[in-house]
């Protein structure tokens, strides 16, 4: 993303021999067409190259990153050096090189030098600690940070040689200032007037170092208000890291530390305060409405590949509160590794990797009720290690849309149908949709996973240590011969899913599961409802938690 050797100009530029006509802000970066991720990272540098024989080469370009560059010692003790003071040197670079001379006609040896005509909202820097040399660089400075820190403060800075806050300012000739700033302080009036910005750490990424697997990236990102007050109705902001499927709080001085031993700073991000003021950031699909529609409501002759589902009718277009009853199947692309030590314990060194291979989404009322609307199966490049049919109901071939009798789709469309239900505030219903859901990388924020979805307080804790123990019976109660209670009924009265798995069943049970929770609780409330929980508990119990032969009844 980031070079100083000639790039295509953009429109304007004059090309070498002659002096660039850099568009303006509203121009270069404000069009309609412009990304958001455009309009948020780019920074326009100008580079010049002046050639041997009097002709400057002057290019613009558009830059997304920048890359940090460190003094070398030259073997001599690393001086104390400032934050922003490297940061300036690294955005406005000098470095000599070869370039081409188009008057020469031939490669000439050069200063390049870049700098910066508009800052970015979001500035990305990439701190390039790729060696022994800059570890110790970084090390070397946090060591002095810390020193000064202890004669000024109490707080730990051990670490820490990054600021919280920079400010940011480009002069009336071009010239580009950063220095540090004290977190939380304000600017004055006359320095906003020049034109200076304050810019805010906002998120780090170290690289956690392990000899045995690789090490790992996290994150730590600063989360705004705006997600709390939905959460907690209180306006506060909050770091957290971001470690796979782990998220959890942290102390800002554990986002801005770095021990290089074990944790190497990798991508640091600074964000214009107050930036957010010019951008809708609200969570919406970004893609062509349009297109989903026509996907969800074909209308066109099926084929034999679409004979597993209906597309939905425009009268059925989803609102708020529709109940879809959801069901994912999984494929595994890699094995789990895994060491087994003397004492019979065993350690993960590498998880096994799964990719979502079907989803299946059934009506969840009308006179369709139960019949599915999208049944997708994903196609992978990935070589697939274990198909997990008798989990799944996946078999080889399936995922080929050259061979498959399937509907085979992109995990890119299937996903967008999801974000447009989700988007039209539908709840799903089905079973482990948090792990699925997960999995798929999608956030919902109404979901039933089957009955135990409790709104009584008192009797939530209750609730919820049953389904834990009820769970894996019910559902087994569920896939086989309709087992008899001591009432004579059985739950639902089915009889599903003998030999292989199939989604569009599992997806219509955990509808008519939790309609005969919504039946139980209307009949005679939490009361009745732990009634028949009870008996199904015990039949368990007299079957030793073991599946029934099918000529019981």
Same mark, same amino acid.
């Given at each position: ?20 006509? +850099? ?91 870049? !700098?910066?005509?508009? +800052? ?16 110790? %660089? ?273 995990? $890119?469309?299937?996903?967008? $149908?999801?974000?447009?239900?989700? !988007? ?87 509808? $008519? ?27 368990? %119990?007299?079957? !030793? ?9």
């Amino acid at each position: 993303m980031e070079s100083l050797h000639p790039l295509p100009a953009l429109p304007g530029d004059t090309g070498a021999g002659g002096s660039t006509g +850099l568009q303006d802000d509203q121009d270069s970066l404000g069009s309609p067409g412009d990304s958001v991720i455009r309009e948020l990272f780019c920074s326009e540098v100008e580079n010049r190259s002046p050639c041997l024989c009097g002709i400057e080469t002057v290019y613009s370009s558009l830059v997304l990153l920048f890359n940090m560059h460190y003094p070398d010692s030259q073997g001599e003790r690393i001086k104390e050096h400032d934050f922003a003071e490297i940061l300036k040197k690294s955005i406005c670079l000098q470095q000599r090189s070869h370039t081409w001379c188009g008057n020469c006609d031939k490669y000439q040896p050069t200063v390049q030098t870049r !700098n910066i005509r508009r +800052l970015p909202d979001v500035l990305v820097i990439n701190c390039e600690v790729n060696s022994s040399k800059e570890a110790e %660089f970084w090390k070397v400075q946090a060591e002095y940070t810390f020193n000064k820190s202890m004669q000024k403060t109490d707080q730990d800075q051990r670490h820490v040689w990054i600021p919280a806050t920079l400010k940011m300012s480009l002069s009336k000739s071009q010239r580009l200032e950063i220095s540090s700033w004290p977190e939380g302080e304000e600017l004055s009036a006359a320095e906003q007037a020049e034109g200076a910005s304050l810019y805010d750490l906002v998120a780090t990424v170290p690289h956690i170092l392990d000899a045995g697997a690789g090490g790992n990236m996290v994150a730590h990102i600063k989360v705004g208000e705006t997600y709390h007050q939905r959460k907690e109705g209180v306006s506060r902001q909050q770091w957290y890291l971001f470690n796979d499927f782990l998220i959890e709080p942290i102390e800002q001085t554990e986002a801005a530390q770095f021990d290089v031993s074990w944790k190497v700073p990798a991508i640091l991000c600074y964000a214009k305060r107050n930036y957010h003021t010019k951008y809708d950031l609200r969570s919406e699909c970004q893609h062509n409405q349009s297109e989903v529609k026509s996907d969800l409501y074909r209308t066109e002759k099926h084929s034999k590949t679409d004979a597993t589902f209906i597309p939905l009718t425009v009268s059925e277009m989803p609102q708020a509160g529709d109940l879809v009853g959801l069901d994912a199947e999984f494929v595994k692309l890699s094995e789990e590794e895994a060491v087994l030590h003397s004492d019979g314990t065993k350690s993960t060194i590498t998880p096994s990797q799964m990719s979502v291979a079907r989803i299946t989404c059934v009506r969840g009322q009308g006179p369709n009720e139960g019949v599915p609307f999208i049944d997708d199966y994903i196609s992978t490049q990935e070589q697939v290690v274990d198909y997990l049919t008798k989990y799944s109901g996946i078999e080889p071939g399936d995922l080929d849309a050259t061979v498959s009798s399937k509907h085979v789709t992109t995990l $890119k469309s299937t996903y967008l $149908k999801l974000r447009f239900l989700i !988007n039209a505030g539908v709840r799903f219903v089905g079973h482990g949709l948090q792990n699925d859901f997960r999995v798929i990388n999608l956030v919902v924020r109404y979901f039933i996973c089957y009955i135990f979805q409790i709104s009584s307080y008192s009797l939530e804790m209750f609730f919820y240590r049953c389904a834990l123990i009820l769970m894996f019976f019910i559902f087994c109660f569920l896939r086989f011969p309709k087992i008899k209670l001591s009432t004579r009924n059985s739950l639902l009265g089915l009889n599903i899913q003998g030999e292989t798995h199939d989604s569009t069943e599992d997806s219509c049970t955990a509808l $008519k599961l939790y309609r005969k929770y919504l039946e139980l609780y209307q009949e005679g409330g939490n009361h009745y409802v732990m009634k028949v929980l009870y008996e199904v508990y015990d039949k368990g %119990f007299q079957l !030793n938690w073991k599946v029934p032969d099918s000529d019981m009844r």
